[in-house]
């Protein structure tokens, strides 16, 4: 399986891009893990948020292909502990899933046509973090996956 975590903005901070490259360079001897950052919707302040997340919303599904498997990070997606999440990435790889898209989008959320064409929805948490480090966060969360699955003693429980 390929995962692909596709983020709408590039990163500003050099130390949380050392990071996010650090964790995909890990997951890598997993899987192929590619992080790609779409360039950032311009002149967003003659833009009302419903549509920046409609001009976000359609570079995101041009990213998309007919079989991948759309999974959003999104506040109101479900939760889960980091076992259970690797026993849900671990039951996508064993359904024959071969691109896993994980998507963050920007700050306004996504636009409905990318929740229709999402399979799914994750939260890492009820609480808001940065889109920036979310980054760094969740590609953590797929190291910790992969290394509970293959009985590391990265994750300690």
């Not at 041009?62 to 889960?80: F, I, K, N, S, T």
């Not at 229709?116 to 940065?130: I, V």
């Amino acid at each position: 399986m390929n995962i692909e975590l596709l983020v709408v903005g590039k990163t500003d901070s050099k130390e949380v891009e050392a990071l996010v490259e650090l964790y995909v360079r890990r997951v890598n001897r997993y899987c192929r893990f590619a992080v790609t950052a779409l360039p950032d919707v311009r002149n967003t302040r003659s833009l009302t948020q419903n549509q920046q997340r409609t001009a976000e919303g359609e570079a995101i599904l041009r990213q998309l292909a007919a079989g991948d498997h759309v999974v959003l990070l999104d506040e109101r997606g479900d939760e889960m502990r980091s076992v259970e999440f690797a026993y849900w990435l671990q039951k996508r790889m064993l359904g024959g899933v071969r691109r896993l898209v994980l998507v963050i989008g920007g700050p306004y959320g996504f636009s409905d046509a990318v929740y229709a064409r999402a399979d799914g929805r994750l939260s890492l948490s009820r609480m808001t973090f940065s889109h920036q480090i979310v980054r760094a966060i969740f590609a953590e969360q797929i190291y910790r996956a992969f290394a509970i699955l293959n009985h590391e003693p990265y994750h300690h429980e």
